[in-house]
């Protein structure tokens, strides 16, 4: 599956790259910002040497100048890389199904095609894009949050690992409970479009026979379906925030009681308490958006196989000129042989 997904980057191999080399370097230097705070209010303001406060306050801004020119660059070269990939995968879908037989339309129907044609391929491109800018970043700006914690106070940042592992658990159980209702969600797509379609493409029929609010009922009977899986899929979802809250509210109040004792004694700095809140929020963002991309990978991954099915898949039609066996007799077999009308046989 991922060979072949693989395989529909073509072109867009070179943004993919320069939009991951831009993400990476976003999040290096973001991580360095609260290292050059806590140098302002250390070096600068508790000492009150103004010379360092405009020095280091030239250089944050540098930082910052820079990271957000690595952020713009990383966000367009995504979207670049992202909608050319669906584009591709459209592509691909399109040209094999123009191959399709009858009985390949069946096995997928109609509206099904429609569905991973439209809703599947975008669910591959939000998650492509995804890919390159946040699931590079959420695990990179969480080890390097994680190692600069422990490189200021091993104690405080040891908070962190509790606050990891308990924000782990809620999530996986999260993400777990709301796979299902997701994967669910797919099928009833394709029961909505297969209601419009049948309404609109046999319109002059529901209109002869007085059928509107038979199809009415039935348009809404599926679209209730999806409402109804959608509400108990994004319920489930709604829970990231309140837990996030908690956690990070939770250990703001750990690290300011344990620091507000070690300033007292010494122990720290004013300025390694700024950079610790800082890298605080850095972590438990990056668990917020881990979770956020498994959720959109376990929707993605329903929507990849359901693509890659329609790409893989054989045509029945043969071409009547290789199918067709002449026997002794001088009699032609026909079975199972299927041609267009502007092919004539001899």
Same mark, same amino acid.
């Given at each position: 599956?991922?060979?072949?997904?693989?395989?529909q980057?073509?072109?867009?191999?070179?943004?993919?790259?320069?939009?991951?080399?831009?993400?990476?370097?976003?999040?290096?230097?973001?991580?360095?910002?609260?290292?050059?705070? #806590? *140098?302002?209010?250390?070096? !600068?303001?508790? =000492? &009150? $040497?103004?010379?360092n @406060?405009f020095?280091? %306050? /030239?250089?944050?801004?540098?930082?910052? #100048? *820079?990271?957000?020119?690595? !952020?713009?660059? =990383? &966000? $367009?070269?995504?979207? @670049?890389?992202?909608? %050319? /990939?669906?584009?591709?995968?459209?592509? #691909?879908?399109y040209?094999?199904?123009?191959?399709?037989?009858?009985?390949?339309?069946?096995?997928?129907?109609?509206?099904?095609?429609?569905?991973?044609?439209?809703?599947?391929?975008?669910?591959m491109?939000?998650?492509?894009?995804?890919?390159?800018?946040?699931?590079?970043?959420?695990?990179?700006?969480?080890?390097?949050?994680?190692?600069?914690s422990?490189?200021?106070?091993?104690r405080?940042?040891?908070?962190?690992?509790?606050?990891?592992?308990?924000?782990?658990?809620?999530l996986?159980?999260?993400?777990?409970?709301?796979?299902?209702?997701?994967?669910?969600?797919?099928?009833?797509?394709?029961?909505?479009?297969?209601?419009?379609?049948?309404?609109?493409?046999?319109?002059?029929?529901?209109?002869?026979?007085?059928?509107?609010?038979?199809?009415?009922?039935?348009?809404?009977?599926?679209?209730?379906?999806?409402y109804?899986?959608?509400?108990?899929?994004?319920?489930?979802?709604?829970?990231?925030?309140?837990v996030?809250?908690?956690?990070?509210?939770?250990?703001?109040?750990?690290?300011?009681?344990?620091?507000?004792?070690?300033?007292?004694?010494?122990?720290?700095?004013?300025?390694?308490?700024?950079?610790?809140?800082?890298?605080?929020?850095?972590?438990?963002?990056?668990?917020?958006?881990?979770?956020?991309?498994?959720?959109?990978?376990?929707?993605?991954v329903?929507?990849?196989?359901?693509?890659?099915e329609?790409?893989?898949?054989?045509?029945?039609?043969?071409?009547?000129?290789?199918?067709?066996?002449?026997?002794?007799?001088?009699?032609?077999?026909?079975?199972?042989?299927?041609?267009?009308?502007?092919?004539?046989?001899?």
């Amino acid at each position: 599956m991922l060979k072949t997904l693989g395989a529909q980057v073509k072109e867009f191999k070179k943004p993919s790259a320069i939009a991951a080399f831009c993400t990476v370097a976003e999040v290096v230097l973001e991580i360095s910002l609260p290292l050059v705070t #806590a *140098a302002i209010i250390d070096k !600068g303001i508790e =000492a &009150g $040497h103004l010379g360092n @406060v405009f020095l280091y %306050g /030239f250089f944050m801004v540098c930082l910052a #100048a *820079a990271s957000l020119a690595m !952020g713009v660059g =990383a &966000g $367009h070269f995504a979207a @670049v890389a992202s909608t %050319g /990939f669906a584009k591709n995968l459209r592509d #691909a879908m399109y040209k094999n199904i123009q191959k399709y037989s009858f009985a390949n339309i069946d096995k997928f129907s109609t509206s099904g095609l429609v569905t991973r044609m439209t809703t599947d391929v975008t669910n591959m491109q939000t998650s492509y894009q995804m890919l390159l800018r946040m699931c590079l970043r959420a695990p990179i700006t969480l080890i390097s949050a994680l190692v600069m914690s422990f490189t200021i106070n091993a104690r405080i940042a040891s908070i962190f690992l509790i606050a990891i592992a308990f924000l782990a658990v809620i999530l996986g159980i999260i993400i777990w409970l709301g796979m299902k209702y997701f994967s669910e969600m797919f099928k009833r797509y394709d029961d909505l479009n297969a209601s419009i379609q049948e309404n609109v493409s046999a319109i002059r029929v529901v209109k002869a026979f007085v059928r509107e609010d038979f199809e009415k009922e039935k348009f809404g009977k599926a679209a209730g379906n999806l409402y109804k899986l959608s509400v108990k899929a994004e319920k489930i979802v709604g829970y990231n925030n309140p837990v996030m809250n908690l956690t990070v509210y939770g250990c703001m109040i750990a690290i300011s009681w344990l620091s507000a004792q070690m300033i007292v004694g010494g122990t720290m700095t004013t300025g390694n308490l700024t950079s610790l809140f800082t890298y605080c929020m850095n972590i438990l963002m990056s668990l917020m958006m881990l979770s956020m991309i498994f959720v959109m990978m376990s929707m993605s991954v329903a929507s990849a196989k359901r693509i890659v099915e329609v790409i893989k898949e054989e045509a029945d039609i043969v071409s009547p000129e290789r199918a067709c066996t002449v026997v002794r007799d001088g009699s032609v077999d026909f079975n199972h042989v299927y041609f267009s009308y502007d092919k004539k046989l001899h």
